[in-house]
């Protein structure tokens, strides 16, 4: 090979670059997150749902607390009717998190582990329900 | 129907993912097994046509007219252009790999009324510049699908890549750009007439390739959205070794991860290997030092010669007896 130093150095870097990915995670166990959703709260309840069922909330709850956000502060709404025809308040603070007053290890557990940030927490408060 | 059958192609492989997972439920085999053995095609594919390349003899310079060269001390040398020394060809290499210089040289050509003339034409260097470096901020962000913690940067990239809060899940800036990119790199081919005439199928395939990828994953992130848990639940059991049984993940997902496991095991058969090959570019990765440095071609073999000296000594006599001049007596 003509330059073949070079040439398989720079292969090298390549490959150490394409396989990084297997390389950093060598001996690592994969660690799926676990949100904890046995709050007191949650406990009592009769029956255990969320306002949508839960394959919903997996994948639209992000576009569902946009949908409320709007409603609350833009159009005036504060009461939202799910698909079972069931109303709650909209509000994140007096009603996802009077269930989920655990948002350390529920909602951050997922956050976390895909890397998402919200921005909800910019203005609403993480500790727990507003008196 | 240089267009017709890539188009075609790509929507068969979007096709098969999508009955092989909603329809046969071949999970582990769209999930698994075919992206093992697509990357493993791809590295030693990648790693097998390098190597055939570094096996082609550049014995010598090739110095372009691209800039002026070391020369008298007081003529002005265009040390990136035409670099004398290692890191000048360094700076080249890096103009040329991050911000293609020589693409940005294009020129369009043009029959006004009778005169020919020559204009700069830079909107193929733009398209050609976005669509690249969104890709690599789209593949850098989707690092935070393979390591567990995400390392601060990935997370900031991503920030960075979505500051401007439109939507939820945020809007990717490089999302947008890489579907503007593609859309045009693919108009251009079809729009100018002499770019159809010499574009080959093996030219759209990639274009559609990518621009399957890039909307199979704009529909997964902002319509059809997945579970990505479940995703990075997956990725993170291919990368550490232990593959899993995919969770319940949308079909889209599927259709992404096929599309994606097509190019890896197309790219060392393809175009896409100037990735590597811009590396080896003889004309940009060398010194320019032709006229300083005396480069011998390496595969010159040992000529028998018959100096003049040895012929007038073998003949001597025979000379001197014809009456012919001699060197030496």
């Known amino acids: 090979m003509y330059k073949g130093g070079r040439i398989i150095a720079g292969l090298l870097l390549f ?75 909209i509000s994140l603070e007096n009603s996802c998190l009077k269930c989920h007053s655990n948002p350390q290890q529920f909602c951050n557990t997922c956050h976390t582990y895909a890397a998402v940030k919200p921005y909800c927490w910019d203005c609403h408060n993480q500790g727990g329900t507003r008196q | 129907m240089k267009i017709l059958y890539p188009l075609l192609g790509v929507l068969a492989l979007v096709l098969l993912a999508y009955a092989g997972v909603a329809g046969a439920h071949l999970n ?3 999930g698994i097994v075919v992206p093992y053995l697509a990357f493993l095609l791809f590295l030693v594919g990648f790693m097998v046509r390098v190597i055939t390349w570094g096996r082609s003899p550049v014995p010598f310079r090739i110095p372009t007219t691209c800039g002026q060269q070391k020369s008298l001390p007081w003529i002005k040398q265009n040390r990136l252009e035409n670099p004398s020394s290692a890191l000048g060809v360094v700076g080249r290499m890096a103009l040329e790999v991050l911000l293609f210089r020589s693409l940005f040289r294009n020129l369009k050509t043009e029959k006004r009324g009778d005169r ?19 890709f690599l901020i789209i593949v850098l962000r989707h690092l935070r699908l393979f390591m567990e913690p995400v390392p601060v940067l990935i997370m900031q990239l991503a920030n960075l890549d979505s500051f401007l809060q439109i939507g939820v899940p945020l809007f990717y800036i490089t999302d947008g750009l890489i579907l503007a990119a593609l859309t045009y790199l693919f108009l251009r081919r079809v729009l100018v007439p002499q770019i159809r005439y010499i574009s080959l199928q093996a030219d759209y395939f990639p274009l559609f390739l990518f621009l399957g990828i890039a909307a199979s994953g704009v529909l997964m992130r902002y319509v059809w959205k997945v579970d990505i848990v479940a995703v990075k639940a997956l990725t993170m059991s291919l990368v550490t070794l232990r593959p899993e049984v995919p969770l319940a993940i949308g079909a889209i997902f599927y259709i992404h991860l096929f599309l ?20 080896l570019s003889p004309t940009r990765n060398m010194i320019n030092n032709s006229r300083s440095v005396r480069h011998l071609n390496p595969w010159n073999y040992p000529v028998q010669v018959h100096t003049y000296e040895a012929y007038e000594a073998e003949f001597r006599a025979k000379m001197k007896k014809a009456g012919l001049p001699l060197e030496t007596e």
Request: one cysteine or more.
């Open chain 2, 28 to 30: 582990v085999l769209f």
């Open chain 1, 15 to 89: 490959a150490c670059l394409a396989l990084m990915p297997f390389l950093i995670n060598i001996g690592k166990a994969a660690a799926k997150p676990s949100p904890q959703v046995n709050t007191p709260f949650i406990q009592q309840l009769t029956t255990q749902t969320c306002v949508e069922s839960a394959a919903f909330m997996k994948t639209e709850h992000m576009q569902l607390l946009n949908q409320w956000r709007d409603a609350a502060l833009r159009d005036g709404k504060t009461v939202y009717v799910n698909s079972q025809g069931q109303s709650f308040p």
């Open chain 2, 116 to 134: 020919l003339a020559y204009g700069s034409a830079k909107w193929l260097w733009l398209g050609g510049l976005v669509f690249h470096w969104s």
């Open chain 2, 260 to 279: 994606v496991s097509a190019v890896f095991a197309y790219f060392p058969l393809s175009k896409l290997m100037h990735m590597g090959g811009v590396f």
